[in-house]
């Protein structure tokens, strides 16, 4: 696929017009996710010592987009989505406040604590679906690179940066007082999606008794004959596993294998987060300049040496550099990958084909922290990050065939 896919995609997202207060509300909604899942396992290890139970508040904020995750997306393609998201929004916030209250009071349980997670991100199901769906309508399709750049790279640097500092200090201030800010949060950007003016969906006509369940499955169809999506979603499968190997057992490999203590484990992630958010300032730059497909392809190659650099050079700045590197390709894959998608999903189909490469995402990186945990038991922590370049290496293989 030529550059010329994305001739015109100079042009950049306009702040008025809708996407800046979108743009608001999902960067200050990260913000109070970030500050919560900050806290939770704090809270977790004081309400019990059972590490089957902590790692059950973990599991049931995953749970549900295996179980919701197309439903939520059927869901989105048939609701005003404007409405639904601040919907959620505001019910998300009571959640939280209730929950802060409950904290408060000396009243929460790790069976509460559980709930809450799974309820929501069972809600999330439908927001993360409608706002993908939401998108194209307030921006132009060519300055769609733009948009979801400013919007992941907003989001990076809420949750990977201003958070990590401001958990202390609200901690420090009552265990109670980060989920009543993330409940704030929510009602925040609940009124922010509230405020946008955007014209009704136009959709294709429903057909007569259409279920959800038809729904679902006509999105999967059309997502599996088209052939640049399909290939897209296999190769995002397989680079998902790899994440999740790497991530799940990054902690080992850097104080175990490297030897380089927390100190060194802080730099390495500081790294990845910091070249996040440069990828995401030079992911349209790059999207111009190769085409949608050409864009994740040559991220996923990149990252796949920085991968090879991480499980063979045994040194603490090797690693923090090639999770630069890593972290930079991986949001010019996720820029390119949503952008791709965006422009090739049917008229009311958006928020369906979305939610298959949201609930594949999900369901590989867990499969892939089982597969990290077992290789790095079997023959030391470098050997995850080679499982995961050999993922990358398939998913680069499985694009080539795309390119004309």
């Not at 994305?6 to 042009?11: F, H, T, Y």
């Not at 850097?254 to 987060?273: E, F, K, N």
């Amino acid at each position: 696929m030529a550059a010329a896919e994305v001739a015109g995609a100079r042009r950049v997202p306009a702040w008025r017009g809708g996407f800046g207060r979108l743009w608001a509300a999902a960067v200050v909604s990260r913000l109070g996710d970030a500050l919560r899942t900050a806290a939770m396992p704090l809270l977790a290890a004081s309400l019990t010592g059972d590490p089957l139970l902590i790692a059950a508040v973990t599991a049931c904020g995953h749970l549900p987009w295996l179980l919701f995750g197309l439903l939520g997306g059927a869901v989105a393609d048939r609701v005003d989505q404007r409405r639904a998201m601040w919907a959620v929004d505001l019910v998300r916030g009571a959640l939280m406040a209730g929950f802060a209250l409950a904290v408060a009071l000396g009243q929460a349980s790790i069976g509460l604590l559980i709930a809450l997670a799974f309820a929501l991100t069972t809600l999330q199901t439908l927001f993360d679906n409608a706002a993908t769906a939401l998108l194209p309508a307030l921006v132009p399709a060519e300055a769609l690179p733009g948009a979801n750049a400013r919007l992941l790279t907003g989001q990076q640097i809420a949750g990977g940066f201003l958070a990590a500092p401001l958990v202390p200090a609200l901690l420090f201030a009552g265990a109670a007082v980060p989920y009543a800010a993330d409940a704030a949060t929510y009602v925040l950007a609940a009124l922010l999606v509230a405020s946008l003016r955007v014209a009704a969906p136009e959709r294709p006509p429903r057909e007569a008794g259409s279920s959800l369940r038809a729904d679902m499955a006509k999105g999967l169809a059309v997502l599996w004959r088209d052939r640049a999506l399909r290939g897209l979603c296999v190769a995002t499968t397989l680079a998902n596993i790899g994440l999740g190997a790497l991530i799940a057992t990054l902690v080992l490999h850097v104080t175990d294998w490297l030897d380089a203590g927390a100190g060194g484990y802080a730099a390495a992630v500081t790294a990845y987060g910091a070249g996040s958010v440069m990828g995401g300032f030079l992911a349209r730059w790059i999207a111009e300049r190769t085409g949608w497909i050409r864009g994740v392809l040559l991220a996923g190659a990149v990252q796949t040496g920085a991968l090879v650099v991480m499980g063979t050079v045994r040194a603490p700045w090797a690693t923090i550099a090639a999770l630069a590197v890593f972290g930079f390709m991986g949001m010019v894959w996720n820029v390119n990958q949503v952008s791709l998608t965006q422009q090739r999903s049917p008229d009311g189909m958006l928020g369906r084909i979305g939610a298959a490469f949201r609930t594949l995402a999900v369901a590989g990186a867990p499969f892939g922290a089982l597969a990290g945990g077992a290789v790095a038991a079997a023959w030391g922590a470098n050997t995850p990050a080679l499982l995961a370049a050999g993922l990358f290496t398939l998913a680069v293989a499985s694009l080539a065939p795309l390119i004309n």
